[in-house]
């Protein structure tokens, strides 16, 4: 089975510009999460879709980051228009429901957003 | 709230040592608690978890952790450390809504 992809896996972008990123989550998972490290800090969450919707989207910084699931299949994270503080590695992960137990979420290898 | 704190952001043990990666972590509700191993260049992966049960959890590449509720601790060992051990480990616990709360990481060093 094909894991979770990410692209790019490492954008180099000028302070004010806008960056896509695209995460295919594993086929048939219908959770899909976004999570982000900045440097040397911890892992934290960004949101949560479920399916087509967005479940929770507690962790999004402010209105520069924009996530979609169109279609309830890939998802997009744009950041427009980019801070110095957004770099970071972009982790997504995908999971399938799990009912009653531990949803154990698989990962992508990341997507490194540097800002200059 | 819940918060994972991993102690020492580097481990540096020798090849054939014992490996033990520390995690504390603080939750309202009863845990369910993770680690990830992060290889250069790859994704997380996961190495074991625990949700309810057994106490003692095992996981891949000889890896295993026990749970810990007196002491609120979910500490990462492997009897014998091997140089493909080299990483960095993730803690992490999960709440009511899926969301993972991850530690800072701690990066193991295995020295020939």
């Known amino acids: 089975e094909a894991g979770v992809t990410q692209f790019p896996s490492h954008s180099v972008i000028e302070k004010g510009q806008t960056v896509t990123l695209r995460c295919d989550p594993i086929s048939g998972h219908d959770n899909l999460y976004w999570y982000r490290r900045v440097m040397g800090k911890e892992i934290k969450f960004l949101l949560h879709f479920v399916k087509e919707s967005k479940q929770d989207e507690s962790g999004m910084p402010n209105n520069r980051f924009l996530a979609e699931r169109t279609g309830g299949t890939y998802s997009t994270l744009k950041v427009q228009p980019a801070e110095l503080e957004d770099s970071g590695v972009y982790f997504c992960a995908s999971s399938q429901a799990q009912p009653g137990g531990a949803n154990v979420l698989t990962f992508g290898a990341g997507s490194r957003l540097t800002v200059l | 709230a819940q918060s994972v704190t991993q102690l020492g952001s580097h481990v540096s043990v020798s090849e054939g040592a014992l490996v033990l990666l520390r995690c504390n972590y603080s939750s309202s509700v009863p845990p369910y608690l993770f680690w990830y191993v992060q290889y250069p260049n790859q994704g997380l992966q996961l190495l074991l978890k625990y949700t309810t049960g057994a106490t003692l959890v095992k996981g891949i590449n000889g890896f295993e952790a026990e749970f810990k509720k007196s002491e609120t601790s979910f500490h990462l060992t492997k009897p014998s450390a091997h140089m493909s051990d080299a990483a960095e480990y993730f803690c992490?616990?999960?709440?009511?809504?899926?969301?993972?709360?991850f530690g800072g990481g701690t990066r193991l060093m295995v020295k020939p």
């Open positions: 992490a616990v999960r709440n009511a809504g899926n969301m993972l709360t």
